[in-house]
């Protein structure tokens, strides 16, 4: 061995005592088996190894300071290998002295040696509290006490470093998992970092392309619109002709004259066309307006009043208008067209023309910009109108498209394509913008934001 073991000896008769010490003296000419041939009745050769280069040797007269000798070992982290307890001893035996021992230091070699004993191996290790006692009968050879030394100090080693090796596998298992709890915190702080960014990116990639819609809608409204206004001037005037003419016809004929009827078919149409060109004056027109302070809840009864002649009995219609609502900067022509235009379309949703129509004015702070706005959308305060139906609805794809110009759900011949497009013009031009919800078979909603005046 390359270093020294301490070994105890807990013994309460000095003559043997003094045995173990010339047992493990280390000097080939102790007399140790004279000695032990005189206490123990044996003869044999004497000791031709020497003990005093790996083993330190403590004498302990009693059980008491046996414990004391374990204990004050392990607080100076010098323990001993192995302890030879005697069983019989005055205080407490050699089975109560081990289980004190054991608390102090568990990993010391206990040996229980005896000539007789009151108790039995069993009683023993009920005691001790564990079953890995080993067990030396007096009288004992010398050669069997060191051999039994020899054996026990080899496997405190071996246990030693086995210990050892599981504490600094145990060490680094748990500095392995320190590092991996880390390295997952990392990974999912970095995680959560790119799924913010992805997140960004989609806020962007979506606010890009509202914009670009945006942008592909207003280029095409301002080539319509330039192309309307080439057209729509001389398109009254020859409408005004026609229209003229026709009535000056129905006057020169007798009112019961078959050609009568027609001549008013011929009126009609033109007081028609004469509407579409007001709607494409409206589309087309690059003037600023005169816009005043006005209380849009009056705006909206207003077209209640105006509209429920025009609507059939099949159509219930409502307005919901919140008491002290704020004022709006706006135009009450264009306000009543809009509202007009929503309206009308909202009706001819319905199917055969039955259902209920409701118009809704509240004031409203928009702290968050909704998805499907259109426009310019931006957070604050609006009052807020909304021409709500429980028609036949329309998908995601009509949506996209109800209010470039010219787009139409309705048959060929009923409709112009142009209302929603006005709508969208006008709404935009008091600096307001819309949003668009509903479902096929669920109805639609129309809500229109128009800012509140700076106070």
């Known amino acids: 061995m390359s270093q020294s073991h301490r070994v ?3 013994e309460d008769d000095p003559k ?10 280390g000097r080939e000419d102790c007399g140790m088996e004279e000695k032990g041939a005189s206490l123990f009745g044996f003869a044999g050769n004497r000791a031709r190894e020497n003990f005093g280069s790996v083993y330190d040797v403590v004498l302990a007269s009693c059980g008491e300071e046996g414990v004391y ?41 206990a040996v229980v040696v005896t000539a007789y004993s009151e108790y039995s191996p069993e009683e023993i290790v009920k005691t001790v509290g564990r079953d890995d006692v080993f067990y030396l ?31 600094i596998l145990e060490t680094s298992r748990w500095k392995l998992e320190d590092l991996n709890q880390e390295l997952e915190a990392r990974v999912e702080e970095r995680n959560r970092q790119l799924l913010n960014v992805n997140e960004r990116l989609k806020e962007e990639a ?20 330039t192309l309307a206004r080439g057209i729509a001037h001389d398109f009254n005037n020859t409408l005004s002709l026609v229209i003229g003419q026709a009535e000056l016809a129905s006057m020169d004929l007798d ?76 135009d009450a022509s264009q306000l009543h067209q809009v509202l007009m235009n ?27 910009v909704p998805s499907e706005a259109v426009g310019e959308p931006s957070p604050g305060r609006f009052v807020r109108i909304a021409v709500k ?3 036949s609805g329309m998908d995601e794809e009509t949506r996209e498209l109800i209010f470039d110009p010219f787009f139409t759900t309705k048959a060929e011949g009923e409709g112009t394509g142009l209302g929603l497009a006005v709508v969208y013009a006008i709404v935009k031009s008091h600096k307001g913008w819309l949003t668009v919800s509903g479902a096929p078979g669920r109805g639609t909603e129309f809500a229109l934001y128009l800012p509140c005046p700076s106070t």
């Open 137 to 167: 009968q007096k009288p004992f050879n010398p050669k069997e006490i060191r051999q039994f030394a020899r054996v026990l100090t080899r496997q405190w080693d071996l246990e030693r470093e086995t210990k050892m090796l599981f504490d």
């Open 8 to 10: 105890l000896f807990v």
């Open 255 to 330: 009112p019961d004259d078959p050609v009568q009827n027609r001549l008013r078919q011929i009126v009609l149409a033109g007081r028609r066309s004469q509407e579409l060109v007001r709607q494409i004056y409206a589309f087309s027109s690059r003037r600023e307006t005169e816009k005043k302070l006005m209380d849009a809840g009056r705006l909206v009864r207003e077209v209640v009043e105006f509209l429920r002649p025009m609507l059939p009995f099949s159509v219930e219609l409502k307005a919901n208008v919140q008491t002290g609502c704020s004022s709006v900067l706006a």
């Open 206 to 225: 979506t606010r890009r392309a509202k914009l670009e819609k945006g942008l592909r809608l207003a280029q095409k409204m301002e080539a319509l619109a």
């Open 16 to 25: 043997i005592l003094g045995v173990y010490q010339e047992i493990f003296c």
């Open 69 to 109: 000798q374990v204990e004050k070992a392990s607080r100076e982290n010098k323990p001993f290998s192995a302890a030879f307890v005697d069983m019989r001893m005055p205080g407490i035996n050699g089975a109560e002295t081990i289980r004190r021992m054991w608390k102090a230091d568990p990993f010391v070699k």
């Open 389 to 391: 139906d429980d028609g």
């Open 342 to 368: 929503l309206c009308l379309n909202g009706w001819q949703a319905m199917e055969e023309g039955t259902g209920t129509l409701e118009i809704d004015v509240r004031e409203t702070v928009v702290e968050t």
